[in-house]
């Protein structure tokens, strides 16, 4: 267990592009909007899918955000 390689999956740019256009396409290709409305509301729901992606695979926001908060609470969880 000592001197393992270990990877994360963390900085998959091309991979945030990739869902982010594919999802994109699926419903603007099957919910597409008419009005001003409907594009207001899709474009938070398209938003909201690139901060999801851009979360998973390319910059973990909340487990940055929690290391400084717990680190400076709990001074052991911090290596």
């Known amino acids: 267990m000592h001197g393992e390689d270990i990877s ?3 900085g998959f740019w091309s991979l945030v592009i990739v869902n ?8 603007l290709s099957f919910l597409a909007p008419l009005k001003k409305r409907e594009w207001r ?5 398209l938003a909201f899918f690139v901060a999801l992606f ?14 400084g908060i717990l680190g400076s609470n709990y001074p052991k969880l911090n290596p």
């Open 20 to 27: 982010v256009i594919l999802f994109a396409f699926f419903i």
């Open 41 to 45: 509301s899709m474009g938070a729901t």
């Open 54 to 67: 851009t979360e998973m695979y390319g910059f973990p926001l909340t487990i940055y955000i929690l290391t």
């Open 8 to 10: 994360y999956a963390y």
